[in-house]
């Protein structure tokens, strides 16, 4: 829960737009999830975080350098609703 008028900053991996990387997300994250102590690659942060009843006012995605199957990265900030 968030202080009134809190802001939730994130920073997350997830899951890519791209179908090809997708498919390799969700080949990867079984295995992902068990040497990463929990980390998952295929999830789609926009949605958890809506889901979870905030507001989303600032988002952007990108990918690091390197493998996209890891890289893809939403960061942004939201605020109760």
Same mark, same amino acid.
């Given at each position: 829960?968030?202080? $009134?008028? *809190?802001? =939730?900053?994130? &920073?997350? !991996? /997830?899951?890519?737009?791209? @179908?090809?990387? @997708?498919?390799? @997300?969700?080949?990867?994250? $079984?295995?992902w999830?068990r040497?990463?102590? /929990?980390?998952?690659?295929?999830?789609?942060?926009?949605? &958890? &975080?809506?889901?979870? /009843?905030?507001? &989303?006012? !600032?988002?952007? #995605?990108?990918? =690091?350098?390197? $493998?996209? #199957?890891? /890289?893809? =990265?939403?960061? *942004?900030?939201?605020?109760?609703?």
């Amino acid at each position: 829960m968030l202080k $009134p008028d *809190g802001k =939730l900053l994130f &920073i997350e !991996h /997830g899951r890519a737009p791209e @179908q090809r990387v @997708q498919e390799w @997300q969700d080949w990867l994250d $079984p295995i992902w999830s068990r040497i990463s102590g /929990g980390c998952h690659l295929n999830r789609p942060i926009k949605r &958890i &975080i809506e889901d979870a /009843g905030f507001r &989303i006012d !600032h988002f952007e #995605t990108s990918y =690091l350098p390197g $493998p996209k #199957t890891m /890289g893809f =990265l939403s960061e *942004g900030m939201a605020k109760s609703r």
